[in-house]
């Protein structure tokens, strides 16, 4: 039997008063008040996620399977992984009698990838009291590593892009499917479409992208140095980027608002030439963007033909308060001396964008050491899902010397 087994669950773990079952509204989980010397810690996560996909995978989405030093299953980077490590910490400070300098607020929804208001947003809106005096917020994105000109980097999260869900609708007139109309709602968005992915909106140099690379920059062999370098003038920006090739990918979205096509609506029936067709697209805003901003690059790029409207759009907090960015650095460096922690901006969005909403600076850090040949973007809400299980188990040592040292 495993020796973490053998404890009462009572004397493991931490009780909850009150605890109700799932549809209730989530409760977070407090260490006993202490009114320590330091303000409390929140560490927040969500433990939904994504659809697997219809793409085949290498080991079952949901078989939690151990293979060749992985963990494979949807989830386990985004983000089970993150939250076993945090839970494994947690427990382990609890069977050892650690008294952490602040209290530790454990705070678990389950709405995250769904982007509603059931899980944080609850919490956040209906029971703020529950975070009274929380400066400092541990979650996800980042504490993962990436390699780039030959050294390791840790890239921590301090700010995120905005959400702005936007429906683009298409009219025209109902009509018999055997003639041909004039205007086609399918046909209009088809271009639409068309020109939404052969186009990018513009560049913008955000002080939290100039925060990132000119992070990295110095640790860069020269011509990669110089190449950052430009990257940071604007006048440069969109051609650097043309030029990263596959880096492209990553960097586009840190320089760009971006509007990408996800859920299309047109007819019933397939005799009948639709009235009406609609395309929703998942828009992501750079930090000091607004929905005006937004709408009108994408007007100038795909056209006026279409009623865009907002679905929501999630405001971002203010600039990144990096307070307790040395101390996470302090403990990266301790756990690999050649990684080199950096302040990320997120090219999507966490909770941590509710939690802005009472003054909170969330802290995307899941410390994870990953092999080179794991593209931790392609991996996250993609086939095959994985987390190297030395990862997962040295993560959790991070999290618990964060509990032991916080303060």
Avoid at 22 to 33: A, G, L, N, S
Avoid at 59 to 69: I, L
Avoid at 117 to 140: P, Q, S
Wanted: hydrophobic content about 40%; overall charge neutral; aromatic content about 8%.
């Amino acid at each position: 039997m495993h020796p973490a087994r053998k404890v009462p669950a009572g004397r493991r773990g931490y009780t909850l008063p009150g605890l109700r079952q799932i549809p209730q509204p989530p409760q977070p989980c407090r260490t006993p008040d202490r009114r320590g010397s330091a303000p409390p810690l929140l560490l927040q996560g969500h433990i939904d996620v994504v659809p697997a996909g219809p793409t085949e995978w290498e080991h079952p989405a949901f078989g939690g399977d151990m293979k060749n030093g992985f963990l494979w299953g949807r989830g386990t980077l985004d983000m089970k992984g993150g939250i076993a490590m945090m839970l494994a910490a947690v427990i382990k400070a609890k069977s050892e009698g650690l008294t952490p300098a602040g209290d530790i607020i454990l705070a678990l929804a389950a709405d995250e990838e769904a982007g509603r208001d059931l899980g944080a947003g609850y919490l956040v809106t209906e029971h703020k009291e529950l975070f009274a005096g929380v400066r400092y917020a541990i979650g996800e994105f980042g504490g993962f590593s990436f390699n780039l000109g030959g050294r390791r980097f840790y890239p921590i999260m301090v700010a995120e892009k905005q959400v702005c869900h936007l429906r683009a609708t298409f009219r025209g007139a109902d009509g018999h499917a055997s003639l041909r109309q004039q205007a086609n709602p399918l046909g209009d968005m088809a271009r639409f479409l068309d020109r939404v992915q052969s186009h990018e909106l513009p560049v913008h140099v955000t002080p939290e992208a100039r925060l990132m690379f000119e992070a990295i920059r110095p640790h860069l062999p020269f011509l990669l140095r110089q190449g950052v370098g430009l990257l940071l003038d604007p006048r440069m920006t969109a051609l650097v980027l043309k030029l990263l090739g596959a880096r492209d990918r990553t960097f586009s979205p840190l320089f760009r608002n971006t509007p990408t096509p996800t859920i299309m609506r047109g007819g019933d029936q397939i005799n009948v030439t639709p009235g009406e067709a609609s395309v929703d697209l998942d828009g992501r805003l750079l930090p000091g963007f607004g929905p005006e901003k937004f709408l009108s690059e994408l007007a100038h790029v795909a056209g006026g033909d279409a009623e865009v409207e907002v679905l929501r759009h999630d405001q971002g907090g203010g600039p990144p308060d990096l307070g307790l960015f040395p101390f996470l650095e302090g403990l990266l460096v301790g756990a690999d001396p050649e990684g080199i922690p950096v302040p990320m901006l997120m090219p999507a969005a966490t909770d941590g964008r509710l939690f802005a909403r009472l003054g909170i600076q969330t802290y995307g850090f899941l410390p994870m050491l990953l092999p080179e040949s794991l593209d931790f973007g392609a991996a996250v809400h993609g086939p095959n899902e994985r987390i190297p299980v030395e990862a997962r188990t040295s993560g959790a040592g991070v999290f618990y010397n964060l509990l032991r040292r916080y303060g």
